[in-house]
């Protein structure tokens, strides 16, 4: 079935440092792809997202461009704030109105 | 102020008592969800519903029920037959049709089950 992967661990980094967020996924013909980010104690938001191949979705700083030669969808921000301390979720839909979910990556901003 | 409301923010309960977790949107989606969320496991589907008086079982429905009765509501029921109910549950909804299928969620229930 259709199934997302995200880095393992946590991401520690310091104020303005360059974020990546690595995200593969597995799935059959061509599905949309998804980042959301969930504040602590709160639901999810969507940040951006993709829904052909070469697509880029940007948001907020952020980036993620749709790759289809590698199955993968990689978030980025050039420089990261403490307030975007926060846990990260990619996602894949293949039309048939179900998510996939990773796992997710907590995001740790300190000043 | 289209949304989703998720009420009670935080609930707990007795181990073998039925709790009901309330799910409204004013979005006039079609298609509604719930998910479960543990520490470290990403999000989980428990059911969803495409349309009203009809649902899905998803991932992980042992133990829960619901009901779709109306458009703007979709409650679910964990029951004293889920092993493990503790666990921060989201809904979610959606259009049915469209290219991209997002899906809009609610701010979560914390239920904690002693």
């Known amino acids: 079935g259709d199934s997302v992967t995200q880095m393992e661990g946590p991401v520690t980094l310091s104020e303005e440092a360059f974020l990546t967020i690595n995200c593969t996924y597995t799935?059959?013909?061509?599905?949309?792809l998804f980042w959301y980010v969930q504040y602590p104690g709160e639901g999810l938001q969507l940040l951006l997202k993709?829904?052909?191949?070469?697509d880029k979705g940007s948001n907020k700083g952020f980036e993620a461009t749709y790759r289809k030669e590698t199955t993968s969808f990689h978030l980025e921000k050039g420089s990261v704030q403490v307030s975007d301390s926060a846990v990260y979720f990619c996602?894949?839909?293949?039309?048939?109105?179900?998510?996939?979910f990773g796992k997710g990556n907590q995001v740790v901003v300190i000043p | 102020d289209g949304g989703i409301t998720q009420s009670p923010k935080y609930l707990f309960r007795k181990e073998g008592q039925n709790v009901t977790l309330s799910c409204e949107q004013n979005?006039?989606?079609?298609?509604m969800y719930w998910y479960r969320q543990d520490p470290g496991q990403g999000l989980r589907l428990i059911y969803y519903?495409?349309?009203?008086?009809?649902?899905q079982k998803g991932d992980i429905a042992e133990g829960y029920s619901v009901s779709r009765e109306k458009k703007e509501s979709f409650p679910l029921t964990v029951t004293s037959a889920q092993k493990n109910p503790t666990a921060f549950y989201l809904c979610?909804?959606?259009?049915?049709?469209?290219?991209?299928?997002?899906?809009?969620f609610g701010p979560g229930t914390r239920l904690t089950v002693t």
């Open positions: 996602a894949l839909s293949n039309g048939n109105n179900r998510l996939a």
């Open positions: 979005l006039n989606h079609d298609a």
């Open positions: 993709a829904t052909k191949a070469d």
């Open positions: 799935a059959t013909g061509y599905p949309s």
């Open positions: 519903s495409q349309i009203v008086n009809d649902f």
């Open positions: 979610a909804s959606s259009l049915s049709e469209g290219p991209s299928y997002e899906q809009y």
